[in-house]
Nanobody
Framework: QVQLVESGGGSVQAGGSLRLSCASP????????MGWFRQAPGKEREGVAA???????SCSDSVKGRFIISKDAAKNTLYLQMNNLKPEDTAMYYC????????????????????WGQGTQVTVSS
């Protein structure tokens, strides 16, 4: 049974930082692909970053150089370090997992992932 539980969201001023965590007991990182997605009100869910045994992918030019995805296999935990946050980063952030070494399609596409957490809210004020 795969369960994903996000934490670390909150309210922060522009320019600040947050680190999101995704506890994922039951996920063997050698055989799962993991991703972070976000969804703002009235917008579609979009990929933020993904990571697998083949490396990391930044899914959006808007977060490149500011957001870093990482994982700690020993702790079964996925992270998203978010720096220099902007008001446009305000969204619900979701952790996702795919039980494949690498998705067949684009790793930043939500349809490639089977398991999802409940999300953690990030609000950035100007």
């Amino acid at each position: 049974q795969v369960q994903l539980v996000e934490s670390g969201g909150g309210s922060v001023q522009a320019g600040g930082s947050l680190r999101l965590s995704c506890a994922s007991p039951g996920v063997g990182y050698s055989s799962y692909y993991m991703g972070w997605f976000r969804q703002a009100p009235g917008k579609e869910r979009e990929g933020v970053a993904a990571i697998g045994s083949d490396g990391r992918t930044s899914c959006s030019d808007s977060v490149k150089g500011r957001f870093i995805i990482s994982k700690d296999a020993a702790k079964n935990t996925l992270y998203l370090q978010m720096n220099n946050l902007k008001p446009e980063d305000t969204a619900m952030y979701y952790c996702a997992a795919a039980r494949v070494s690498r998705p067949v399609g684009w790793v930043c596409r939500a349809d490639e992932y089977t398991y999802w957490g409940q999300g953690t809210q990030v609000t950035v004020s100007s």
